[in-house]
Structure formats: structure tokens, C-alpha cells
């Protein structure tokens, strides 16, 4: 064989030297486009939250508090009366075998104003109106019909982003609060109603152990939350038309699936953040 032929083939050859090299140069590039995404994120959040003292808004933020808020207020009442019952079943038994069935008013209580209350309700908004907003605004982007706001001289971000931010601010801390008080119910039907719980022991426990830090600790965290739900799935639709891995209905698609699981993993990830602050 040639040299020249053989040079060639060694060079063309992956050393064992290109393979670290390709795994941190992934790496660095995957850093790198989270890091591009963050920043455009807060900019576009900052940009939406000074639009939202605009004129001519009120009717656009009532439109958003009911879409968001009222037609949501199902699901809440749902997975809270539900959420409270499998807490009084798992809390009672396993309070009953140290001899603390008293403590399962505190123990419901404080379980869902501090962590399950903000948690879950951010997540189950985040399913349903989260991935129509996502949906809604991306449609409007591949349409076209967000370039025609701008051709009339409207500002895209005050139209469909801030309405957006400026109801899920209300609403977060409202639903949060329908859950905890329907997840005490569910707590009190199944620990005291079906397994013979006292009663008054409940509402005291339940009464005397939640304090007003852990009710505002949960409404900082509902409030958060809702800030990153409406940032993260309105920012997927406005930039959809920018998807490298498909465009059009699939682009609306692949954005809505991203929108949802980024907005669940950095609700659980600001959760413990901000525990880690509170506590």
C-alpha cells in the first residue's frame, strides 16, 4: 500500500484523543445554548413585566385571570381533596405505630402549605393552561398573525405575554390557597371520618402548628412558580418559529412537550431552593 494512501486512512481514524474531546465539546456546547436561553428568557420576562402597566389592558388580564384561574379551579379542588386524603390514610398509620395520632392535623397541614400545595398546583396549571398557552401562541407565530401585530404597530409582548404574567401573579397564590384549604378537608374526611381521628385534635394541631411565615413561605412559592410556568411557555411559543428540529404544527408540538417538562423540572428545582432559603 502507498504511504500516502495509508496517511491518509490513519487520519481518518478517531483516535482515542477525539473521544474526551467530543463529550466536553458537547457538553460545552449544551451549556452554552442554556445559558443563550436563560438570558434571552429574562430579558423577554423583564420586557413583559414593564408592559404590563400599559394602557388598554384590564380586558386582556381579566380574559387571562379566567382562562387561568376560574377554569382551572376544577383540577385544583380535584387533586387536592384527593392529595389531602391519601395524607390522612399514610400519615395516620404511620403516626398511630409511635403513638402521635394527634399530630396528624399539624402533620397534613404543614405538608401541604410548605411543599404539596405550591408544588402541585403549579404543576397541574402548568398541564393544563401552560401547554395552551404554549399551543395558542406558537399557532399564532407559525401564522404569521404575530408579524401582523407588529405590521399594525402593536406590541406582540403587551398583547399575549404580559396579560399572561400579570394573571398568573393572582391566580397562582389564589389556587394554591383552594388547594391547601380542600386538601384539609380531604385530610379531615379521610383521617377522622373513616379512621376514627379525633376531631378536635385535628383543628387544633392543624390551627396552632401553621403559622403565618409557612402560609407566606407557600404564597412566595406559588408566586415564583407562576412567573416561571408563564415565562417558560410563553417564551417556547413566541420563539417557535426558531426550532431547529421542526417547523410548523410539529415545531407547536415539540415546543408545547418542552414548555411542560422544562416548566415541571424547574418548579421542583426553584422548590428546593427556595426551602433551602426559608428554613
Do not use: W
Not at 449544551?30 to 380586558?59: C, D, E, N, P, Y
Not at 402548568?126 to 404554549?134: I, K, L, V
Not at 379521610?190 to 404564597?219: E, H, P
Amino acid at each position: 500500500m502507498p504511504l500516502e494512501q495509508q496517511a491518509d486512512q490513519n487520519m481518518q481514524r478517531p483516535s482515542l484523543l477525539h473521544v474526551p474531546l467530543f463529550f466536553f465539546g458537547r457538553i460545552g456546547a449544551v451549556g452554552l445554548s442554556a445559558i443563550s436561553h436563560f438570558g434571552a428568557a429574562t430579558i423577554f420576562l423583564a420586557k413583559s413585566l414593564v408592559l404590563i402597566f400599559q394602557r388598554h389592558q384590564f380586558k386582556r388580564f381579566v380574559q387571562q385571570v379566567y382562562f387561568i384561574g376560574a377554569r382551572t379551579m376544577g383540577i385544583i379542588i380535584l387533586v387536592g381533596l384527593f392529595t389531602g386524603m391519601v395524607l390522612g390514610l399514610q400519615l395516620y398509620y404511620t403516626l398511630v405505630q409511635f403513638g402521635a395520632a394527634g399530630a396528624l392535623g399539624s402533620a397534613i397541614g404543614l405538608t401541604l402549605v410548605r411543599e404539596l400545595g405550591p408544588v402541585f398546583t403549579a404543576i397541574m396549571i402548568t398541564a393544563r393552561a401552560g401547554s395552551a398557552m404554549t399551543a395558542e401562541i406558537g399557532v399564532q407565530r407559525i401564522s404569521e398573525q404575530i408579524d401582523a401585530l407588529y405590521t399594525m404597530r402593536i406590541n406582540s409582548l403587551a398583547y399575549l405575554v404580559s396579560p399572561r404574567v400579570a394573571a398568573a401573579l393572582i391566580s397562582f397564590p389564589l389556587l394554591t390557597a383552594l388547594f391547601d384549604v380542600i386538601g384539609f378537608a380531604g385530610g379531615y374526611f379521610s383521617g377522622v371520618f373513616l379512621l376514627g381521628a379525633d376531631s378536635g385534635a385535628y383543628f387544633y394541631q392543624l390551627t396552632t402548628s401553621v403559622k403565618g411565615i409557612d402560609v407566606v413561605g407557600g404564597f412566595i412559592k406559588s408566586l415564583v412558580f407562576g412567573v416561571i410556568v408563564v415565562t417558560v411557555c410563553c417564551y417556547h411559543g413566541y420563539f417557535t418559529h426558531l426550532r431547529k428540529e421542526g417547523r410548523g404544527a410539529k415545531g407547536v408540538s415539540l415546543s408545547t412537550t418542552d414548555a411542560v417538562v422544562q416548566s415541571s423540572v424547574f418548579i421542583l428545582i426553584s422548590d428546593y431552593l427556595i426551602t433551602s432559603f426559608l428554613l
